[in-house]
């Protein structure tokens, strides 16, 4: 299966919060808030653990950097 890409993402939620299912080749639930997504995961009887969650997704053309910072010394 063809995973969902995130500029497909991009296009359509903009702005939302967007579950796929385990392997990330369909989406399952959007909404603006988690609550939103978590009741339409409850009504399609989806346990948290079998999704993963995106958001808020990003407008298209957005450019993000996400980065961690540790102060483990090794």
Same mark, same amino acid.
């Given at each position: 299966m063809k995973k969902v890409s995130y500029a497909q993402l991009q296009k359509k939620y903009s702005g939302k919060l967007v579950a796929? &299912?385990?392997v990330q080749s369909r989406v399952v639930?959007?909404?603006k808030r988690i609550d939103e997504v978590y009741k339409k995961m409850q009504q399609k009887n989806l346990k948290p653990s079998d999704t993963v969650l995106?958001?808020?997704i990003?407008?298209?053309g957005a450019i993000n950097v996400f980065f961690s910072i540790s102060n483990? &010394?090794?």
């Open positions: 796929l &299912n385990s639930a959007v909404g995106f958001g808020p990003q407008k298209a483990k &010394n090794n």
